[in-house]
Protein backbone atom coordinates (compact mmCIF):
# COMPACT_ATOMS: atom_id res chain seq x y z
CA UNK A 1 0.00 0.00 0.00
CA UNK A 2 3.03 2.44 0.54
CA UNK A 3 4.11 1.57 -2.69
CA UNK A 4 0.86 2.19 -4.15
CA UNK A 5 0.95 5.17 -2.38
CA UNK A 6 4.42 6.40 -3.23
CA UNK A 7 4.32 5.29 -6.96
CA UNK A 8 0.85 7.30 -7.38
CA UNK A 9 2.46 10.60 -5.87
CA UNK A 10 5.36 10.33 -8.37
CA UNK A 11 3.43 9.92 -11.32
CA UNK A 12 1.22 12.56 -10.46
CA UNK A 13 3.58 15.01 -10.07
CA UNK A 14 5.05 14.32 -13.57
CA UNK A 15 1.89 14.30 -14.71
CA UNK A 16 1.02 17.29 -14.09
CA UNK A 17 4.00 18.99 -14.94
CA UNK A 18 4.17 17.33 -18.10
CA UNK A 19 0.82 18.49 -18.53
CA UNK A 20 0.73 22.10 -18.41
CA UNK A 21 3.24 22.29 -21.53
CA UNK A 22 0.53 19.99 -22.91
CA UNK A 23 -2.33 22.55 -21.90
CA UNK A 24 -0.41 25.29 -22.88
CA UNK A 25 0.96 23.92 -26.32
CA UNK A 26 -3.08 22.55 -27.01
CA UNK A 27 -1.62 19.38 -27.32
CA UNK A 28 -4.20 17.23 -25.90
CA UNK A 29 -5.03 15.41 -28.84
CA UNK A 30 -1.24 14.11 -28.33
CA UNK A 31 -1.45 13.64 -24.95
CA UNK A 32 -4.26 10.80 -26.08
CA UNK A 33 -2.66 9.39 -28.34
CA UNK A 34 0.67 8.73 -27.58
CA UNK A 35 -0.58 6.70 -24.35
CA UNK A 36 -2.12 4.03 -27.12
CA UNK A 37 0.98 3.63 -28.62
CA UNK A 38 1.92 2.49 -24.97
CA UNK A 39 -0.74 0.08 -25.28
CA UNK A 40 0.43 -2.10 -28.11
CA UNK A 41 3.75 -1.74 -26.46
CA UNK A 42 2.53 -3.05 -22.86
CA UNK A 43 0.74 -5.76 -24.76
CA UNK A 44 3.87 -6.77 -26.96
CA UNK A 45 5.81 -7.34 -24.00
CA UNK A 46 3.95 -9.45 -22.65
CA UNK A 47 3.62 -11.25 -25.54
CA UNK A 48 7.29 -12.17 -26.40
CA UNK A 49 7.88 -12.23 -22.34
CA UNK A 50 9.98 -8.65 -21.49
CA UNK A 51 9.34 -6.43 -18.70
CA UNK A 52 6.30 -4.25 -19.75
CA UNK A 53 8.22 -0.94 -19.21
CA UNK A 54 10.91 -1.81 -21.90
CA UNK A 55 7.71 -2.22 -24.19
CA UNK A 56 5.97 0.68 -22.65
CA UNK A 57 8.71 2.87 -23.49
CA UNK A 58 10.00 1.46 -26.68
CA UNK A 59 6.09 2.10 -28.30
CA UNK A 60 5.78 5.19 -26.63
CA UNK A 61 8.60 6.51 -28.05
CA UNK A 62 7.76 5.55 -31.67
CA UNK A 63 4.36 6.40 -31.90
CA UNK A 64 5.54 9.69 -30.67
CA UNK A 65 7.97 10.66 -33.43
CA UNK A 66 6.07 8.60 -35.75
CA UNK A 67 3.67 11.30 -34.71
CA UNK A 68 6.17 14.20 -35.04
CA UNK A 69 7.72 13.15 -38.26
CA UNK A 70 4.65 12.16 -40.21
CA UNK A 71 2.56 15.09 -38.63
CA UNK A 72 5.77 17.33 -40.65
CA UNK A 73 3.69 16.77 -43.48
CA UNK A 74 -0.29 15.81 -44.14
CA UNK A 75 -2.60 17.19 -42.04
CA UNK A 76 -1.24 16.90 -38.22
CA UNK A 77 -4.47 16.27 -36.59
CA UNK A 78 -5.91 13.43 -39.06
CA UNK A 79 -1.62 11.66 -38.87
CA UNK A 80 -2.04 11.93 -34.78
CA UNK A 81 -5.22 9.81 -35.18
CA UNK A 82 -4.25 7.18 -37.56
CA UNK A 83 -0.84 6.43 -36.06
CA UNK A 84 -3.28 6.30 -32.82
CA UNK A 85 -5.50 3.48 -34.27
CA UNK A 86 -2.49 1.77 -35.96
CA UNK A 87 -1.16 1.31 -32.59
CA UNK A 88 -4.51 0.37 -30.76
CA UNK A 89 -4.81 -2.52 -33.74
CA UNK A 90 -1.44 -3.92 -32.98
CA UNK A 91 -1.71 -3.85 -29.67
CA UNK A 92 -5.36 -5.77 -30.17
CA UNK A 93 -3.12 -7.91 -32.21
CA UNK A 94 -0.55 -8.87 -29.54
CA UNK A 95 -3.60 -9.26 -26.95
CA UNK A 96 -5.39 -11.33 -28.91
CA UNK A 97 -1.91 -13.60 -29.59
CA UNK A 98 -0.98 -13.65 -26.02
CA UNK A 99 -4.14 -13.46 -23.50
CA UNK A 100 -6.60 -15.37 -23.21
CA UNK A 101 -8.14 -14.02 -20.16
CA UNK A 102 -9.25 -10.38 -20.59
CA UNK A 103 -8.97 -8.69 -16.99
CA UNK A 104 -5.04 -7.96 -17.77
CA UNK A 105 -6.31 -5.76 -21.31
CA UNK A 106 -8.59 -4.16 -18.45
CA UNK A 107 -5.86 -2.97 -16.02
CA UNK A 108 -3.32 -1.63 -18.84
CA UNK A 109 -6.05 0.45 -20.48
CA UNK A 110 -7.56 1.41 -17.17
CA UNK A 111 -4.50 1.10 -14.72
CA UNK A 112 -4.20 -1.07 -11.50
CA UNK A 113 -2.69 1.07 -8.96
CA UNK A 114 -2.63 -1.25 -5.78
CA UNK A 115 -0.03 -3.60 -6.78
CA UNK A 116 2.76 -2.16 -7.06
CA UNK A 117 6.18 -4.01 -5.79
CA UNK A 118 9.07 -2.56 -4.13
CA UNK A 119 11.38 -3.38 -7.34
CA UNK A 120 8.99 -1.36 -9.49
CA UNK A 121 9.39 1.53 -7.89
CA UNK A 122 12.76 2.37 -8.47
CA UNK A 123 12.59 2.64 -12.74
CA UNK A 124 9.58 5.03 -11.62
CA UNK A 125 12.02 7.09 -9.99
CA UNK A 126 14.51 7.52 -12.50
CA UNK A 127 11.90 7.99 -14.93
CA UNK A 128 10.87 10.87 -12.62
CA UNK A 129 14.03 12.34 -12.34
CA UNK A 130 14.91 12.20 -16.02
CA UNK A 131 11.80 13.62 -16.77
CA UNK A 132 11.92 16.55 -14.56
CA UNK A 133 15.77 16.81 -15.84
CA UNK A 134 14.46 17.38 -19.05
CA UNK A 135 11.80 19.63 -18.04
CA UNK A 136 14.27 21.69 -16.45
CA UNK A 137 16.68 21.68 -19.20
CA UNK A 138 14.17 22.68 -21.80
CA UNK A 139 12.25 25.00 -19.89
CA UNK A 140 12.77 28.52 -21.40
CA UNK A 141 12.68 27.10 -24.99
CA UNK A 142 10.01 24.86 -24.65
CA UNK A 143 7.83 27.78 -23.47
CA UNK A 144 8.86 30.46 -25.63
CA UNK A 145 8.32 27.94 -28.74
CA UNK A 146 4.34 26.89 -27.05
CA UNK A 147 3.78 30.33 -26.31
CA UNK A 148 5.54 32.28 -29.55
CA UNK A 149 6.75 30.09 -31.83
CA UNK A 150 6.79 32.39 -34.58
CA UNK A 151 9.31 34.25 -32.06
CA UNK A 152 11.30 31.22 -31.31
CA UNK A 153 11.90 30.62 -34.64
CA UNK A 154 13.49 33.89 -34.70
CA UNK A 155 15.64 33.21 -31.75
CA UNK A 156 16.89 29.82 -33.71
CA UNK A 157 14.82 27.77 -31.59
CA UNK A 158 12.97 25.48 -33.95
CA UNK A 159 9.39 24.88 -33.39
CA UNK A 160 10.12 21.36 -35.12
CA UNK A 161 12.60 20.07 -33.21
CA UNK A 162 11.05 21.10 -29.78
CA UNK A 163 7.94 19.13 -30.93
CA UNK A 164 9.94 16.01 -31.04
CA UNK A 165 10.95 16.92 -27.71
CA UNK A 166 8.02 17.54 -26.29
CA UNK A 167 6.67 14.26 -27.88
CA UNK A 168 9.35 12.26 -26.21
CA UNK A 169 9.47 13.64 -23.13
CA UNK A 170 5.20 12.97 -23.38
CA UNK A 171 6.13 9.28 -24.25
CA UNK A 172 8.46 9.31 -20.88
CA UNK A 173 5.71 10.54 -18.99
CA UNK A 174 3.29 7.89 -20.43
CA UNK A 175 5.71 4.93 -19.79
CA UNK A 176 6.15 5.74 -16.45
CA UNK A 177 2.18 6.80 -15.98
CA UNK A 178 0.93 3.63 -17.37
CA UNK A 179 0.89 1.53 -14.56
CA UNK A 180 -1.02 3.25 -12.46
CA UNK A 181 -3.86 4.95 -14.30
CA UNK A 182 -3.70 2.93 -17.31
CA UNK A 183 -3.57 4.20 -21.11
CA UNK A 184 -6.94 5.69 -21.54
CA UNK A 185 -6.71 7.48 -18.02
CA UNK A 186 -3.01 9.29 -18.03
CA UNK A 187 -4.45 11.78 -20.50
CA UNK A 188 -7.23 12.98 -18.09
CA UNK A 189 -5.06 13.41 -15.33
CA UNK A 190 -2.20 15.42 -17.89
CA UNK A 191 -5.06 17.61 -18.91
CA UNK A 192 -8.07 18.06 -16.44
CA UNK A 193 -5.37 19.27 -13.99
CA UNK A 194 -3.07 22.02 -16.07
CA UNK A 195 -6.31 22.87 -17.33
CA UNK A 196 -7.94 23.79 -14.22
CA UNK A 197 -4.19 25.18 -12.58
CA UNK A 198 -4.46 27.62 -15.93
CA UNK A 199 -7.59 28.81 -14.43
CA UNK A 200 -6.39 29.97 -11.79
CA UNK A 201 -3.32 31.87 -12.60
CA UNK A 202 -1.32 33.22 -15.48
CA UNK A 203 1.65 32.79 -14.07
CA UNK A 204 4.05 29.69 -15.35
CA UNK A 205 5.85 28.46 -12.42
CA UNK A 206 2.80 29.07 -10.13
CA UNK A 207 0.81 27.39 -12.65
CA UNK A 208 3.04 23.97 -12.98
CA UNK A 209 3.37 24.00 -9.11
CA UNK A 210 -0.50 24.46 -8.87
CA UNK A 211 -0.88 21.61 -11.39
CA UNK A 212 1.13 19.73 -9.53
CA UNK A 213 -0.84 19.74 -6.54
CA UNK A 214 -3.95 19.64 -8.69
CA UNK A 215 -3.01 16.44 -10.03
CA UNK A 216 -1.66 14.72 -6.50
CA UNK A 217 -5.04 15.65 -5.09
CA UNK A 218 -6.69 13.75 -7.81
CA UNK A 219 -4.75 10.82 -7.75
CA UNK A 220 -4.57 10.57 -3.80
CA UNK A 221 -8.57 11.05 -3.54
CA UNK A 222 -9.00 8.87 -5.74
CA UNK A 223 -6.91 6.00 -4.70
CA UNK A 224 -8.45 6.68 -0.84
CA UNK A 225 -11.94 6.94 -2.22
CA UNK A 226 -11.20 3.36 -4.43
CA UNK A 227 -9.28 1.79 -1.82
CA UNK A 228 -13.17 2.09 0.36
CA UNK A 229 -15.52 1.54 -2.09
CA UNK A 230 -13.93 -0.98 -4.09
CA UNK A 231 -14.82 0.42 -7.50
CA UNK A 232 -11.81 0.84 -9.99
CA UNK A 233 -9.20 4.17 -10.01
CA UNK A 234 -9.81 5.27 -13.31
CA UNK A 235 -13.48 6.08 -12.38
CA UNK A 236 -12.45 8.19 -9.82
CA UNK A 237 -9.50 9.79 -11.47
CA UNK A 238 -11.79 10.65 -14.83
CA UNK A 239 -14.49 12.31 -12.40
CA UNK A 240 -12.26 14.45 -10.53
CA UNK A 241 -10.13 15.28 -12.93
CA UNK A 242 -13.75 16.70 -14.61
CA UNK A 243 -14.84 18.23 -11.58
CA UNK A 244 -11.49 20.30 -11.33
CA UNK A 245 -11.37 21.56 -14.63
CA UNK A 246 -15.09 22.80 -14.12
CA UNK A 247 -14.31 24.26 -10.95
CA UNK A 248 -11.60 26.72 -12.47
CA UNK A 249 -13.75 27.35 -15.58
CA UNK A 250 -16.46 28.08 -12.90
CA UNK A 251 -13.64 30.24 -10.81
CA UNK A 252 -12.11 32.13 -13.88
CA UNK A 253 -16.00 32.85 -15.10
CA UNK A 254 -16.67 34.47 -12.10
CA UNK A 255 -13.69 36.49 -11.71
CA UNK A 256 -14.15 37.93 -15.33
CA UNK A 257 -17.99 38.84 -14.28
CA UNK A 258 -16.25 40.33 -11.04
CA UNK A 259 -13.55 42.05 -12.89
CA UNK A 260 -16.63 43.64 -15.14
CA UNK A 261 -18.82 44.75 -12.75
CA UNK A 262 -15.61 46.67 -11.02
CA UNK A 263 -15.19 48.25 -14.10
CA UNK A 264 -19.06 49.20 -14.56
CA UNK A 265 -18.85 50.53 -11.53
CA UNK A 266 -15.24 52.32 -12.01
CA UNK A 267 -17.09 54.01 -15.30
CA UNK A 268 -20.29 54.35 -13.22
CA UNK A 269 -18.58 56.64 -10.03
CA UNK A 270 -16.51 58.77 -13.60
CA UNK A 271 -19.37 59.93 -15.23
CA UNK A 272 -21.48 60.59 -12.23
CA UNK A 273 -18.77 63.17 -11.40
CA UNK A 274 -18.39 64.85 -14.65
CA UNK B 1 -12.42 -20.55 -61.07
CA UNK B 2 -13.19 -21.63 -57.06
CA UNK B 3 -9.62 -23.18 -57.38
CA UNK B 4 -8.27 -20.34 -58.90
CA UNK B 5 -9.44 -18.34 -55.41
CA UNK B 6 -9.21 -21.16 -53.05
CA UNK B 7 -5.66 -19.86 -51.45
CA UNK B 8 -7.23 -16.60 -50.77
CA UNK B 9 -11.13 -17.55 -49.83
CA UNK B 10 -10.78 -20.32 -47.18
CA UNK B 11 -13.76 -22.53 -47.52
CA UNK B 12 -16.55 -21.72 -46.44
CA UNK B 13 -16.29 -17.58 -46.74
CA UNK B 14 -19.48 -17.15 -48.71
CA UNK B 15 -21.71 -19.53 -47.26
CA UNK B 16 -21.20 -18.58 -43.73
CA UNK B 17 -23.86 -16.47 -42.63
CA UNK B 18 -21.47 -14.74 -40.15
CA UNK B 19 -19.13 -13.23 -43.03
CA UNK B 20 -22.24 -12.02 -45.12
CA UNK B 21 -23.42 -10.33 -42.35
CA UNK B 22 -20.58 -8.87 -41.36
CA UNK B 23 -19.44 -8.08 -45.28
CA UNK B 24 -22.81 -5.95 -45.43
CA UNK B 25 -22.83 -4.42 -42.37
CA UNK B 26 -18.98 -3.41 -42.62
CA UNK B 27 -19.66 -2.29 -46.35
CA UNK B 28 -22.37 0.21 -45.31
CA UNK B 29 -20.66 1.58 -42.73
CA UNK B 30 -17.45 1.81 -44.18
CA UNK B 31 -19.68 3.89 -46.82
CA UNK B 32 -21.21 6.07 -44.46
CA UNK B 33 -18.08 6.63 -42.57
CA UNK B 34 -16.05 7.88 -45.59
CA UNK B 35 -18.59 9.98 -46.57
CA UNK B 36 -18.66 11.53 -43.20
CA UNK B 37 -14.99 11.27 -43.10
CA UNK B 38 -14.46 14.27 -45.85
CA UNK B 39 -15.88 16.64 -44.23
CA UNK B 40 -13.96 15.74 -40.73
CA UNK B 41 -10.46 16.07 -42.36
CA UNK B 42 -11.20 19.22 -43.93
CA UNK B 43 -12.53 20.78 -40.69
CA UNK B 44 -10.02 19.69 -38.40
CA UNK B 45 -12.26 17.65 -36.53
CA UNK B 46 -10.55 14.24 -36.28
CA UNK B 47 -9.80 14.36 -32.63
CA UNK B 48 -13.72 14.73 -32.03
CA UNK B 49 -14.37 11.75 -34.07
CA UNK B 50 -11.69 9.93 -32.21
CA UNK B 51 -13.19 11.54 -28.59
CA UNK B 52 -16.41 10.38 -29.98
CA UNK B 53 -15.51 7.32 -30.62
CA UNK B 54 -13.63 6.59 -27.19
CA UNK B 55 -16.71 7.73 -25.35
CA UNK B 56 -18.72 5.39 -27.19
CA UNK B 57 -17.28 2.65 -24.64
CA UNK B 58 -19.05 3.77 -22.20
CA UNK B 59 -22.32 3.68 -23.53
CA UNK B 60 -21.50 0.00 -24.93
CA UNK B 61 -20.37 -1.28 -21.36
CA UNK B 62 -23.44 0.69 -20.04
CA UNK B 63 -25.68 -0.98 -22.96
CA UNK B 64 -24.20 -4.72 -21.66
CA UNK B 65 -24.97 -3.34 -17.95
CA UNK B 66 -28.67 -2.80 -18.51
CA UNK B 67 -29.17 -5.62 -21.54
CA UNK B 68 -29.46 -3.71 -24.78
CA UNK B 69 -27.64 -3.93 -27.98
CA UNK B 70 -24.26 -2.28 -27.94
CA UNK B 71 -25.36 -0.17 -30.93
CA UNK B 72 -28.34 1.60 -29.05
CA UNK B 73 -25.52 2.06 -26.33
CA UNK B 74 -22.93 3.85 -28.76
CA UNK B 75 -25.87 5.77 -30.74
CA UNK B 76 -27.18 7.18 -27.36
CA UNK B 77 -24.09 8.02 -26.14
CA UNK B 78 -22.07 9.56 -28.83
CA UNK B 79 -24.99 12.00 -29.73
CA UNK B 80 -25.02 12.86 -25.96
CA UNK B 81 -21.53 13.72 -26.12
CA UNK B 82 -21.85 15.60 -29.53
CA UNK B 83 -24.58 17.69 -28.08
CA UNK B 84 -22.01 18.48 -24.49
CA UNK B 85 -18.84 19.04 -27.10
CA UNK B 86 -21.34 21.53 -29.00
CA UNK B 87 -22.39 23.19 -25.91
CA UNK B 88 -18.69 23.69 -24.29
CA UNK B 89 -17.76 25.27 -27.43
CA UNK B 90 -16.39 23.30 -30.34
CA UNK B 91 -15.71 26.14 -32.14
CA UNK B 92 -12.09 27.78 -31.05
CA UNK B 93 -9.31 25.05 -32.43
CA UNK B 94 -7.35 25.34 -29.03
CA UNK B 95 -9.82 26.02 -26.20
CA UNK B 96 -12.17 23.03 -28.23
CA UNK B 97 -9.23 20.36 -28.09
CA UNK B 98 -9.46 20.91 -24.37
CA UNK B 99 -13.13 20.88 -24.02
CA UNK B 100 -13.18 17.21 -26.18
CA UNK B 101 -10.28 16.25 -23.85
CA UNK B 102 -12.16 16.65 -20.78
CA UNK B 103 -15.26 15.55 -21.89
CA UNK B 104 -13.56 12.85 -22.91
CA UNK B 105 -11.81 11.79 -19.86
CA UNK B 106 -14.74 12.06 -17.39
CA UNK B 107 -16.60 9.73 -19.88
CA UNK B 108 -13.75 7.00 -20.19
CA UNK B 109 -13.60 6.71 -16.36
CA UNK B 110 -17.47 6.36 -16.72
CA UNK B 111 -16.48 3.06 -18.80
CA UNK B 112 -14.01 2.05 -16.47
CA UNK B 113 -17.03 1.63 -14.09
CA UNK B 114 -19.46 0.35 -16.49
CA UNK B 115 -16.74 -2.72 -17.18
CA UNK B 116 -15.89 -3.13 -14.14
CA UNK B 117 -19.31 -3.43 -12.82
CA UNK B 118 -20.58 -5.79 -15.84
CA UNK B 119 -17.34 -7.88 -15.30
CA UNK B 120 -18.20 -8.58 -11.52
CA UNK B 121 -21.96 -8.92 -12.53
CA UNK B 122 -21.80 -11.54 -15.28
CA UNK B 123 -18.38 -13.57 -14.71
CA UNK B 124 -17.96 -13.24 -18.25
CA UNK B 125 -15.39 -10.87 -19.47
CA UNK B 126 -15.14 -10.90 -23.05
CA UNK B 127 -17.55 -7.78 -23.23
CA UNK B 128 -14.14 -5.18 -22.55
CA UNK B 129 -12.53 -6.60 -25.62
CA UNK B 130 -15.93 -6.68 -28.05
CA UNK B 131 -16.27 -3.12 -27.22
CA UNK B 132 -13.08 -1.42 -27.52
CA UNK B 133 -11.80 -3.88 -30.78
CA UNK B 134 -14.97 -4.42 -32.16
CA UNK B 135 -16.65 -7.57 -32.85
CA UNK B 136 -17.49 -7.76 -36.82
CA UNK B 137 -18.29 -11.94 -36.49
CA UNK B 138 -20.50 -11.12 -33.98
CA UNK B 139 -22.98 -8.61 -35.04
CA UNK B 140 -26.20 -9.98 -35.29
CA UNK B 141 -27.97 -10.23 -38.23
CA UNK B 142 -31.11 -8.33 -36.51
CA UNK B 143 -28.97 -4.89 -36.50
CA UNK B 144 -29.20 -4.80 -40.12
CA UNK B 145 -31.87 -2.96 -40.55
CA UNK B 146 -30.90 -0.35 -37.78
CA UNK B 147 -27.55 0.05 -39.36
CA UNK B 148 -29.33 0.63 -42.22
CA UNK B 149 -31.65 3.16 -41.26
CA UNK B 150 -28.65 5.22 -39.05
CA UNK B 151 -26.65 4.92 -42.33
CA UNK B 152 -29.37 6.54 -44.40
CA UNK B 153 -30.23 9.33 -41.95
CA UNK B 154 -26.09 10.00 -42.08
CA UNK B 155 -26.51 10.39 -45.46
CA UNK B 156 -29.81 12.27 -45.56
CA UNK B 157 -27.78 14.67 -43.38
CA UNK B 158 -24.66 15.15 -45.86
CA UNK B 159 -26.65 15.27 -48.93
CA UNK B 160 -28.88 17.88 -47.24
CA UNK B 161 -26.06 19.94 -45.91
CA UNK B 162 -23.57 19.35 -48.74
CA UNK B 163 -23.07 22.79 -49.86
CA UNK B 164 -23.74 24.61 -46.87
CA UNK B 165 -21.37 22.64 -44.85
CA UNK B 166 -18.89 22.68 -47.68
CA UNK B 167 -18.88 26.80 -48.10
CA UNK B 168 -18.70 26.86 -43.75
CA UNK B 169 -16.04 24.65 -43.59
CA UNK B 170 -14.00 25.89 -46.35
CA UNK B 171 -14.35 29.38 -44.69
CA UNK B 172 -16.64 30.56 -41.88
CA UNK B 173 -16.18 34.20 -42.70
CA UNK B 174 -17.12 33.26 -46.26
CA UNK B 175 -20.43 31.26 -45.26
CA UNK B 176 -21.35 33.68 -42.88
CA UNK B 177 -21.19 36.19 -44.83
CA UNK B 178 -23.58 34.59 -47.26
CA UNK B 179 -26.35 34.03 -44.81
CA UNK B 180 -25.31 30.49 -43.77
CA UNK B 181 -25.97 29.96 -40.09
CA UNK B 182 -22.21 28.22 -39.67
CA UNK B 183 -23.25 27.20 -35.97
CA UNK B 184 -26.68 25.25 -36.88
CA UNK B 185 -24.33 23.83 -39.81
CA UNK B 186 -21.87 22.60 -37.62
CA UNK B 187 -24.06 21.03 -34.82
CA UNK B 188 -25.98 19.08 -37.28
CA UNK B 189 -22.56 17.64 -39.24
CA UNK B 190 -21.27 16.79 -35.73
CA UNK B 191 -24.23 15.28 -35.27
CA UNK B 192 -23.94 13.24 -38.08
CA UNK B 193 -20.52 12.45 -37.43
CA UNK B 194 -21.37 11.03 -33.90
CA UNK B 195 -23.59 8.49 -35.44
CA UNK B 196 -21.52 7.77 -38.26
CA UNK B 197 -18.78 6.81 -35.34
CA UNK B 198 -21.36 4.77 -33.68
CA UNK B 199 -22.02 2.94 -36.54
CA UNK B 200 -18.13 1.85 -37.17
CA UNK B 201 -17.78 1.36 -33.27
CA UNK B 202 -19.97 -1.35 -33.75
CA UNK B 203 -18.03 -2.89 -36.67
CA UNK B 204 -14.46 -2.34 -35.77
CA UNK B 205 -14.46 -1.29 -32.20
CA UNK B 206 -14.89 1.93 -29.96
CA UNK B 207 -11.46 3.04 -29.72
CA UNK B 208 -10.71 2.11 -32.89
CA UNK B 209 -13.50 3.56 -35.11
CA UNK B 210 -11.77 6.83 -35.96
CA UNK B 211 -9.93 4.82 -38.64
CA UNK B 212 -12.73 4.22 -40.60
CA UNK B 213 -13.19 7.76 -40.43
CA UNK B 214 -10.55 9.83 -40.69
CA UNK B 215 -8.04 6.99 -42.68
CA UNK B 216 -9.94 6.87 -46.25
CA UNK B 217 -10.76 10.25 -45.97
CA UNK B 218 -7.19 11.72 -45.50
CA UNK B 219 -5.92 9.22 -48.05
CA UNK B 220 -8.16 10.44 -50.45
CA UNK B 221 -8.04 13.81 -50.02
CA UNK B 222 -4.28 13.61 -50.85
CA UNK B 223 -5.53 12.02 -54.18
CA UNK B 224 -8.00 14.25 -55.36
CA UNK B 225 -8.56 18.27 -54.21
CA UNK B 226 -12.19 17.74 -55.71
CA UNK B 227 -14.45 16.71 -52.11
CA UNK B 228 -17.50 15.06 -54.19
CA UNK B 229 -14.73 12.97 -55.95
CA UNK B 230 -12.81 12.63 -52.47
CA UNK B 231 -16.31 11.22 -50.82
CA UNK B 232 -16.24 8.84 -53.72
CA UNK B 233 -12.62 7.52 -53.19
CA UNK B 234 -12.96 7.55 -49.33
CA UNK B 235 -16.09 5.37 -49.59
CA UNK B 236 -14.65 2.75 -52.11
CA UNK B 237 -10.80 2.87 -49.89
CA UNK B 238 -13.15 2.07 -46.73
CA UNK B 239 -15.08 -0.30 -47.90
CA UNK B 240 -12.01 -2.54 -49.63
CA UNK B 241 -10.16 -2.27 -46.72
CA UNK B 242 -12.92 -3.77 -44.75
CA UNK B 243 -13.77 -6.57 -46.47
CA UNK B 244 -10.07 -7.21 -47.34
CA UNK B 245 -9.93 -7.32 -43.75
CA UNK B 246 -12.55 -9.78 -43.08
CA UNK B 247 -11.38 -12.06 -45.69
CA UNK B 248 -7.76 -11.51 -43.98
CA UNK B 249 -9.44 -12.46 -40.57
CA UNK B 250 -11.14 -15.40 -41.38
CA UNK B 251 -8.12 -16.80 -43.49
CA UNK B 252 -6.12 -16.31 -40.30
CA UNK B 253 -8.02 -18.68 -38.61
CA UNK B 254 -5.98 -21.13 -40.38
CA UNK B 255 -2.36 -19.21 -39.34
CA UNK B 256 -0.10 -19.95 -36.53
CA UNK B 257 0.62 -19.26 -33.35
CA UNK B 258 -2.46 -19.62 -32.36
CA UNK B 259 -5.47 -20.82 -34.50
CA UNK B 260 -8.46 -18.84 -33.13
CA UNK B 261 -8.50 -16.03 -35.76
CA UNK B 262 -6.40 -12.96 -35.34
CA UNK B 263 -8.44 -9.75 -35.00
CA UNK B 264 -10.48 -8.30 -37.97
CA UNK B 265 -9.80 -4.75 -36.80
CA UNK B 266 -6.06 -5.28 -36.76
CA UNK B 267 -6.16 -5.81 -40.44
CA UNK B 268 -8.94 -3.10 -41.15
CA UNK B 269 -6.74 -0.29 -39.23
CA UNK B 270 -3.64 -1.87 -40.64
CA UNK B 271 -4.32 -1.74 -44.25
CA UNK B 272 -6.00 1.97 -43.94
CA UNK B 273 -2.73 3.07 -42.27
CA UNK B 274 -0.97 1.50 -44.87
CA UNK B 275 -2.66 3.14 -47.76
CA UNK B 276 -2.41 6.25 -46.26
CA UNK B 277 1.49 6.32 -46.36
CA UNK B 278 1.27 4.97 -49.50
CA UNK B 279 -0.44 8.01 -50.70
CA UNK B 280 1.88 10.32 -49.43
CA UNK B 281 4.55 8.85 -51.85
CA UNK B 282 3.45 10.72 -54.93
CA UNK B 283 3.23 13.99 -53.53
CA UNK B 284 6.90 13.59 -51.75
CA UNK B 285 8.02 12.68 -55.91
CA UNK B 286 6.63 15.57 -56.81
CA UNK B 287 7.87 17.94 -54.51
CA UNK B 288 11.19 16.58 -55.36
CA UNK B 289 10.72 17.16 -58.44
CA UNK B 290 9.39 20.56 -58.19
CA UNK B 291 12.13 22.00 -55.78
CA UNK B 292 15.30 19.92 -57.97
CA UNK B 293 13.52 22.12 -61.05
CA UNK B 294 15.05 25.72 -61.52
CA UNK B 295 12.15 27.80 -61.97
CA UNK B 296 9.14 26.77 -60.92
CA UNK B 297 6.65 29.49 -59.90
CA UNK B 298 3.17 28.68 -60.86
CA UNK B 299 3.56 24.48 -60.02
CA UNK B 300 5.02 25.21 -56.38
CA UNK B 301 1.55 25.45 -54.38
CA UNK B 302 -0.29 22.13 -55.53
CA UNK B 303 1.91 19.73 -53.71
CA UNK B 304 0.13 18.14 -50.54
CA UNK B 305 -0.05 20.91 -47.89
Known amino acids: ?214 ALVTVWSAIAISYATNYPVGFFVGTISALCYALGRGWAAWRRGRTAQLAGHRVEAATAGT | ?45 SFAAEALGDIGTTGGSGAYLIGVGPLWGFVAISVVAAGAMEAIGIQRPRGRDLATGIVLGAALGLAALFLYLYATQSAHTGATVSILFGAMFDIPSSTIPLAVLLGLI ?78 LAASLIGVGATWLGIVLAYDSYAWPPVHHGWPVSFFVVTIIFALYLLSGVPGLWQRRRVASRPVAPAVAGTGDR
Open chain 2, 1 to 45: MNDFLAPVFESGFFTSSTVQVALLVGGIVALVAGTVGVFTVMRGQ
Open chain 2, 154 to 231: VAGIVAVLYRPLLLSSVSAELAAARGIPVRAVGALYLLALAIAVALAAMTIGTILSTALIVGPAATALRLTRRPGAAM
Open chain 1, 1 to 214: MVNAWTEATIVAVIAGVVGFFTVLRGSAFVAHAVPNGAFAGAAGASLVGINVLIGLGVFSLLGALGIGVLGRRGRHDAVTALALVFMLGLGALFVSLTVEDASEIYSVLFGEVLGVSSAELVPTIVLAVVCLAAVAILYRPLMLSSVLPAAGEARGVSAFRIELWFLALVALTTTMTVPVVGTLLIFSLMIGAPAAARSFTDRPGRAIMLSAMI
